[in-house]
């Protein structure tokens, strides 16, 4: 596709629900890398794929959340048992990986936990 | 790990005057990048700079690097209301090179 897709836009969930959010990378980009912005926050990093591997997952903030990337395609986080304090946008970009490629954003995913 | 923190929080300018943010990092770095964000959602690369630049420019974008403070500046020159925007700087990570790191950005309000 032309850009990073993500979906679904928005989501609403009640409080202990699961959700999925996904992820499509731009064709041929072998990084990918998921990042949590929460209102008036930066970006906070969650994992990095390479290819379909995941050699950091250190900013993932507890086990209720994987995430898991199907070749160098599309990618989903889910967060098990939501929490309220799991609102947030959830971001999501992928690039060619080296050290000086640019990152291209989805436009995002806004959790909303009720 | 390595980050990228901006200053200041935030800054309100009048449609036509230059507006200037700062970055600070904290290790060695290869480049820094800046990025863009309207309205919380996904971010824009503006420019990279390498770490044997000293100044690039990008249209009315102007970015300095100073190695020695561990620092940058970003400046837009001319600004216009819709560049009304959050703006952050990206150092990569010091142990995943190709990763990014942001900080809370510098929100930038151009009124007319």
């Known amino acids: 596709g032309a850009g990073v897709s993500q979906s679904p836009s928005n989501k609403v969930t009640e409080k202990g629900k699961d959700v999925e959010l996904r992820c499509d990378p731009i064709?041929?980009?072998?990084?990918l890398y998921w990042y949590r912005q929460r209102l008036g926050q930066g970006l906070e990093f969650l994992i990095y794929?390479?290819?379909?591997?995941?050699?950091?997952k250190s900013g993932l903030p507890s086990d209720r959340f994987s995430a898991e990337r199907t070749g160098e395609s599309v990618s989903t986080l889910t967060i098990q048992r939501t929490q309220q304090e799991d609102s947030a946008v959830y971001l999501c970009a992928s690039s060619l990986d080296h050290i000086e490629a640019v990152k291209y954003f989805g436009p995002g995913t806004r959790l909303t936990v009720t | 790990s390595q980050q990228g923190e901006e200053d200041p929080q935030a800054l309100s300018i009048q449609e036509g005057e230059n507006a200037t943010m700062n970055c600070s990092y904290k290790?060695?770095?290869?480049?820094l990048q800046w990025y863009r964000q309207n309205s919380g959602r996904g971010l824009v690369h503006l420019i990279l700079i390498r770490s044997n630049e000293r100044e690039k420019h990008s249209g009315r974008l102007r970015v300095t690097l100073d190695t020695s403070k561990k620092s940058s500046s970003l400046l837009i020159t001319a600004s216009r209301a819709a560049d009304t925007a959050s703006y952050f700087c990206a150092p990569p990570d010091t142990g995943t090179a190709s990763k990014l790191t942001f900080g809370t950005g510098t929100r930038l309000q151009v009124t007319l």
């Open positions: 794929f390479q290819g379909n591997s995941a050699p950091d």
């Open positions: 064709s041929g980009h072998t990084a």
């Open positions: 290790t060695s770095i290869n480049n």
